[in-house]
Structure formats: structure tokens, C-alpha cells
DNA sequence: ATGAAAGCGCTAACAC
DNA sequence: GTGTTAGCGCTTTCAT
């Protein structure tokens, strides 16, 4: 029932305990490594008779056999880790989710997925896929052109959620545009965008920001006014003071974070949100219901978001040979945008 | 000065680049494959001429030579790959902050430190731990006993910030007592404790509600009165309700989350924080100062934590002869606690 | 001070 | 159907 080889009078000797290897299993299941190899990797092009693939699998089984993936990857020529970029915490929870979601659902095809955090102290990506040399890399909103050109350069198919702010057309800033619908839908006319100060979120903060302004055209209102704000709430009020006096009725934020700080100068102007000036946000977050007023956002549907990178990952590993090349090029997923995001209504936008 | 390798009329054919070898390194500097791996690992039980030692270092860095670390770790029977196991979103910024900065220390000393998050849908510890063969497991608050022994058994020493919620012992529950020292200070005498609902998180929670209980314990208070708080602050004036008709003065919460979710409670109430229920939280989240009132709360210092893990892996990576057996064996960081966190007072302690 | 050679654990032709 | 064999890229004795 132990997974570990006795080793001879080392018995209480307690080094660590060693792994099995295909040899072991082999041994075990008295057949070659090929064999093991075979079935254990259920390799379609070579048949393997049921009484051994059962003997094998047995014989894994009792060992607790894992296989060396650093063994693997060198055999194969590939590895089977796949990399997925978060972009940074003041996205929210998404990415955990999405990441920790996408990881059962990889394992299941063998590979492993590994999360990597962007941030301005941490390593360049590209750094990273030159140790992992991962077979995929994911990323939420997109990788910077330098990096996204290596990956590709080395036969590295990267995934994004969303394009970068640069690449980004019309309909693929939902965000925006759904944050321009709702309070279209409430009757403004209006609209401010309230960005972040945040530094490294430039291409998500721009992306999502165009999407507010070309909603905005869309419906023909007036060009979205731009102001920043602190998380610190620092001048927020004489910020909001300003907005409500140009005639703003309502402010589309970049994120519930900043959301919560325009919320802040509300309150502090002596002003009523969302009667004096409506508030919505992007990237639910749990306490938006605590905020003074409880707080509109728009909410992702992870589970949804985390199956649309499974699926892409898919393709990518049973190499769909109806494209051959397109696989390792940058990909964008788009699954029924209105199943990834929604408008969770709450008083801050009536 | 390109990298690539030039393979002879396979030039606008574009497949993925290639990437150079030690063979190609060892070919451009004219030395064996085996000087070219004593140069770049530093070896030190081997004497190189620095006049070899500079051309190996040259041919690679012109070739832009990167080790495959598949093969690496193979040969070595170690991996270069340390796994830090974020515990959940839940925990904030901290994780990923100092994920992100161990990131680029490790990569210092050649290790790749990878994230794996840890939550209800996600691939087991041991499960990928399996795949990757970790030199070294980080986490924050300690992982579960069977992973730990798991881990330990193979050899893989596990470092945790905190030494989880069983094992603590007063000192090592630092947030809680800050909490109440800072509480106690403000005058208050009688505190509650309010605990998160959400799921997956139990260790965490016992571990910072002991240390909340012992602290009251040790200022001669009452055991501090326990509640729960939803996210969605359902029910939560009514909790709010009944501490403060039972003579609570101040919450002492999870995190600040769970603050939040309380100072609503306090607002829809219809009292007022501090003066009827002063709460500080955990985990400073950047919009506390937009609370209402502002949040008190407590701080960690994450560029000193994610030093106290560089530390731990330096350790680890040199084998300290010293001790040859604690290395595999679960360690806890202590590193001067009140450098490791501190105090945020606002308005809602007073 | 340097190099030759034997693996590390696995995969994938190819032979039987 | 199953086994043999030749590497994958690197580390590390052991000769020289």
C-alpha cells in the first residue's frame, strides 16, 4: 500500500522519499517503458492489447506513479506547462478565479498551468517563458507587442481574454459599452469616465476607457469627460464638485476601486449619489453591496471566462490541423459577450 | 547579433526560432560542453582560466543562450522551480505583491518561482507539486497537515509566513493582537470579534481569531463576543444591533472586508463608528480611506515579507550544512513583527 | 585546467 | 502487439 520503494536497510534511515520512474512501473507490470509510455499517454497510433493497458495502468496505480515532467518535456521537445500572465491584483478576483479554474481544467489534459503576476518589481514574461518555455501562454487583456512578437517568434500561441488597448476595435470593450448602456438606459445624457492613477494598468485602463467613449458616440452623446482619480480619495470631492457643476449626471469608473472614491467625494461634496450623480463601476466586488450607496458594476461571469480559455487550450494541444500556423499566433477569445459580463444594478445608479 | 541559429535555406521558411544550446555555446567558444556548464553554474570545484571563463560568457550571451531547465533539472535530479501557494483572493493585495517581488529575487539565484492559487476549484498542492517537483513551497499562513507531510516526506521544505491556525502560538497571531492592543488603547473593553463567511479560508480565520482572543486575554478582557458577517451585509444591522445592546464598543474583524461589511451594518443601523462601534480590520486595502467613516487597519509591510522569503530561499538554495535536516522541514518566518506589519488608525477606531 | 562519457526519466521511430 | 534503441540538453564524475 506504500507508494515508496523499500530501499533495503534504509528503512527508518527516512531520506526523502524517492519517486517511482516508468522503469519501476514497467518492472512491475512486466512490459518495456515503451509500453508504459504508450498507455499512460494513450498514444492512438500504436495498439496496445486491453490485458496490458490494464496491467500498466494497475501497476501505476499501486506505485503512485507521476511522471518526470522535466523528463517529459525534454523527451517530447515540448514541455506541458502552460503560463497564465495576471495582469495585477487591482483586477479583482477575476484572474484568481479564472486561473485557479483553468488550472483543474489543464490538469486534465496533463498540463500544468502556472500563474505568473505582472507587476512593475516582478520579472518580464518573456524572462519567464525562456525557463518555463511554457506550451501556451494566457493572458487576460493582452501582453505588450515585444512580448507578444518573442512568443509567437518561438511557436508560443498566446491567449487573450481581450485585446490590447491598441488592437482593440468596437465590441471588444464590452465593459464600456455596457456601463454606457445602463445609464443611457437610466436616462443620462452626461457621462464622465473616471480613470485610475494606478501605474502598469495603462493598456487595460485605455482599452476600457475607449469603450465608454465610443459607447458614448454610439448613442450620440457628447464625448465622455476624462478625470483621474486617487484611491487615497485625495481631492476627490472637489473633483466631483467640478463633474456635477459642468452638468455631468453620471460617472462610468475603471473600476469599482475607483468607483468607491468617486462614491467617497460624493459624500464629502454633500451631494447625493445617485440623484446628484450616478456612479457605476467594472469588476464586482463582495462589499459593493456595503458602499454608501451600494454600488452598480459590472460583473464577469468567470466560470464562463475560465471555460472559454479551456477551450482554446484544447485546440492548442490537439493542434488543430485545419489551421496549422494559426495556432501560434495571438488568439482572442470571444464567447457571446453578454454571457461573460453583466450589469449588477444597485442605488448608485437608481 | 541575431540569436537564432541560421539554418541554411531555411531562412524566410520562419519556423519557430530555435533556440541555442550548450553545445552551441561550447562550438562558438571552442570548449567542451562540460566548461561550458561549470562557467555559467558558477562551479566552484573546478578552476577555469578566466581567459575560458570569459569566452564561454561571451559565446552565450551573444548567442543569448538561456539553460533549458527541463533538461537541468533532470540532470541535476533537483528542479530550479519554487511554487509560492497564494491562498486566496480574499487575502489581498499581499499575496501577489510579494509573489511578484520573491519572483525576481529568486530568478537572482536562478530559481522560477511560479504561483499556484489555491481555492475551492483548484488543483490540489500535492497534485501539482507532483508535476513540478518544487525545490521549495512557499506559503503564507501554512498548508494543511496533509500536504505538509506530504511535502516533507519527499524532501520539499515548505516556508510559511505564519505557522497555521493549529500550531499557533501566541506571537505568532500578530494582526489580532495589534488589533486589540490598538483598541484597548482607545479605551475600549469590551470587543467582539467578527469572522468571515467565506469558505476556505478557516485556517486563516481560527489563526487571526485566537490571536484577537488571546490578546483580550492577556489585557484582562472578556473573551471577545464572536459574529459572523456576510459579504452582502444581509442581517448585518441586526448584528450590529445586538453587539451594541450587549455593551460591545469596538469590532475587532477578519479583514477588511468583513470591516466594511460592519460599518454598514453600523450605518443602516442608524448608529454611529466610532462613537457607538469603533471596527479596524486586516489586510489595508487601498480604498479603506474612502470608507465611511475611514477604516482603521492593519498594514503588512510586503516588500520585508517578500525579503524574509528571499532569505528562506538563499537558505534553502545553499544547503546550510549547519542544519542538514531542518532545511526539509516546515519553517515559519519570523522576522521582527512589528516590522512585518503595523497599525493604519483612521477615523473609525476615534 | 579541460574534456570524454555516462547517465537523469522519458518519448518516438523502428524493428520484431 | 510489444520491445529495442536512440536521443532530448544538461550535469558530473573521472581521466587526462
Given at each position: 500500500m506504500d507508494a515508496r520503494p523499500v530501499n533495503p536497510s534504509d528503512d527508518r534511515e527516512a531520506g526523502p522519499a524517492?519517486?517511482?520512474?516508468?522503469?519501476?512501473?514497467?518492472?512491475?507490470?512486466?512490459?518495456?517503458?515503451?509500453?508504459?509510455?504508450?498507455?499512460?499517454?494513450?498514444?492512438?497510433?500504436?495498439?496496445?492489447?486491453?490485458?496490458?493497458?490494464?496491467?500498466?495502468r494497475r501497476a501505476a496505480e499501486e506505485l503512485g506513479y507521476r511522471p518526470n515532467r522535466a523528463a517529459q518535456s525534454l523527451a517530447a521537445g515540448a514541455s506541458r506547462i502552460a503560463m497564465f500572465v495576471v495582469p495585477s491584483v487591482h483586477l479583482g478576483e477575476l484572474s484568481l478565479v479564472v486561473s485557479s479554474q483553468l488550472t483543474a481544467r489543464a490538469a486534465e489534459r496533463g498540463v500544468t498551468l502556472i500563474a505568473h503576476f505582472q507587476g512593475p518589481t516582478s520579472r518580464p514574461v518573456i524572462d519567464v517563458a525562456q525557463d518555463?518555455?511554457?506550451?501556451?501562454?494566457?493572458?487576460?487583456?493582452?501582453?505588450?507587442?515585444?512580448?507578444?512578437?518573442?512568443?509567437?517568434?518561438?511557436?508560443?500561441?498566446?491567449?487573450?481574454?481581450?485585446?490590447d488597448g491598441d488592437q482593440a476595435g468596437p465590441g471588444n470593450d464590452r465593459s464600456g459599452w455596457l456601463q454606457v448602456e445602463h445609464l443611457v438606459s437610466r436616462g443620462h445624457a452626461r457621462i464622465a469616465y473616471a480613470d485610475t492613477t494606478e501605474p502598469g494598468l495603462e493598456a487595460v485602463a485605455r482599452m476600457r476607457r475607449r469603450g465608454v467613449v465610443d459607447a458614448c458616440a454610439q448613442h450620440g452623446l457628447e464625448e465622455p469627460v476624462y478625470e483621474r482619480f486617487d484611491l487615497t480619495a485625495h481631492g476627490a470631492q472637489e473633483k466631483v464638485r467640478s463633474l456635477v457643476g459642468a452638468g455631468i449626471t453620471a460617472v462610468a469608473s475603471y473600476n469599482d476601486e475607483v468607483a468607491i472614491t468617486v462614491l467617497a467625494g460624493i459624500r464629502r461634496a454633500g451631494l447625493r449619489c445617485p440623484e446628484d450623480l450616478a456612479v457605476i463601476g467594472v469588476d464586482e466586488m463582495a462589499i459593493n453591496g456595503s458602499m454608501e450607496p451600494p454600488l452598480s458594476s459590472i460583473e464577469f461571469d468567470v466560470s464562463a471566462i475560465a471555460l472559454l480559455y479551456a477551450d482554446a487550450l484544447s485546440d492548442i494541444l490537439d493542434g488543430d490541423p485545419a489551421?496549422?500556423?494559426?495556432?501560434?499566433?495571438?488568439?482572442?477569445?470571444?464567447?457571446?459577450?453578454?454571457?461573460?459580463?453583466?450589469?449588477?444594478?444597485?442605488?448608485?445608479?437608481?
Open positions: 524517492t519517486l517511482p520512474t516508468s522503469a519501476d512501473v514497467a518492472r512491475r507490470a512486466n512490459v518495456s517503458r515503451a509500453t508504459v509510455s504508450y498507455v499512460l499517454n494513450g498514444v492512438t497510433t500504436q495498439k496496445i492489447s486491453d490485458k496490458t493497458r490494464e496491467a500498466v518555463l518555455r511554457p506550451r501556451v501562454v494566457f493572458s487576460m487583456f493582452g501582453l505588450d507587442a515585444d512580448t507578444t512578437d518573442w512568443l509567437q517568434e518561438h511557436g508560443i500561441p498566446v491567449v487573450s481574454l481581450l485585446p489551421r496549422p500556423r494559426e495556432a501560434s499566433t495571438t488568439r482572442f477569445l470571444e464567447g457571446g459577450d453578454e454571457d461573460v459580463m453583466r450589469v449588477v444594478v444597485r442605488e448608485s445608479t437608481g
